[in-house]
Nanobody, 123 residues
Framework: QVQLEESGGGSVQPGGSLKLSCRSP??????MGWFRQAPGKEREGVAG??????????GDSVKGRFTISRNIAANSVTAYLEMNSLKPDDTAMYYC????????????????WGQGTQVTVSS
C-alpha cells in the first residue's frame, strides 16, 4: 500500500504563499512531486523532483512562483512545494505523488498519489 503523508494547504488571499509537504516513510521513490485538479478541469502536473539527483520540472503555469525541494533522512524522504504569488487559478486539489522511475519526473506522470489537500486562493 502506497503511503504518502501529506500536509499543508488551506486558504489564502491572492498574492499569498502556502507550503505543502509530502513524506514517504517507507519507500525512497526516485521521483516525487505534485499534480493538481480543479473541478471541471483536467489534471495538471505542477512539479516533479528526482529525489537523488535533484532534477526538477515545473508546469508552465507555476514556473517562477513555485519551488520544489526535498529532505532525505535516514528512514524517509520528504518533498516540499513552496507556492508564492498565488492566484485564484491555482485553486485546486493538490495531490502529492511519486514515480517508480526518475523518468516520471520529466513528464510529471506519476504512478502513485495520496489523498490530496485543498488549496483555495480567493479574496
Amino acid at each position: 500500500q502506497v503511503q504518502l503523508e501529506e500536509s499543508g494547504g488551506g486558504s489564502v488571499q491572492p498574492g499569498g504563499s502556502l507550503k505543502l509537504s509530502c513524506r514517504s516513510p517507507a519507500v525512497a521513490y526516485p521521483c516525487m512531486g505534485w499534480f493538481r485538479q480543479a473541478p471541471g478541469k483536467e489534471r495538471e502536473g505542477v512539479a516533479g523532483l528526482a529525489t537523488r539527483g535533484g532534477y526538477t520540472k515545473y508546469g508552465d503555469s507555476v514556473k517562477g512562483r513555485f519551488t520544489i525541494s526535498r529532505n532525505i533522512a535516514a528512514n524517509s524522504v520528504t518533498a516540499y512545494l513552496e507556492m508564492n504569488s498565488l492566484k485564484p487559478d491555482d485553486t485546486a486539489m493538490y495531490y502529492c505523488a511519486a514515480g517508480a522511475s526518475v523518468y516520471a519526473c520529466a513528464g510529471m506522470r506519476f504512478d502513485y498519489w495520496g489523498q490530496g489537500t485543498q488549496v483555495t486562493v480567493s479574496s
